[in-house]
């Protein structure tokens, strides 16, 4: 019976291995020497009194973008930029004191028993679109969104 589940479990290794693969494909680390010249200049002007963390290059829907990883005032932030240096999307840490209350609110009717872990504020194209919450629920993590009102989203950003 053993011998049987072998070619079962063959199998999901596999597709597991080749789905970690494409993610892979789609983001991957590089230098800050790899970036073009306009988002060099862009990181440079995001990037006053942060600490860099790293940098990626990223592959969605046909397009390149390019990301920086920061530390700032001990919060994490990341910036998307388009290869012009456009700043596409940020995602900032915010502390759980400093939200709004319906936001806060939101997030944890969105978590149910689930304890906020963080929180990071969502912001495309220079406009706050959503707040997107780490929920820790029974050791268990996953991640709840609400508007920059706290109400639910139509659609996860």
Known sequence: ??????????????LTLAASSVAQEKEKHI????????????????????TVKGFSQEEENG????????????????????????VV?????VALDALPGAVKDGLQARAGRGKLVKVESLTKHDKLVAYEAQVRTSGKK?????????????HEE
């Open 1 to 14: 019976m053993t011998l049987l589940r072998l070619p079962a479990c063959i199998a999901l290794v596999v």
């Open 31 to 50: 230098k800050r020497a790899d970036l073009p010249t306009a988002v060099q200049k862009a990181v440079d002007a995001q990037a006053q009194g942060a």
């Open 63 to 86: 397009q390149t973008y390019y990301e920086v990883e920061m530390i700032v005032n001990g919060y994490t932030k990341d910036v998307l930029m388009d290869p012009t240096g456009a």
């Open 89 to 93: 999307e940020v995602e900032e840490e």
């Open 142 to 154: 996953s991640e709840v969104q609400v508007g920059p009102d706290g109400k639910p989203l139509d």
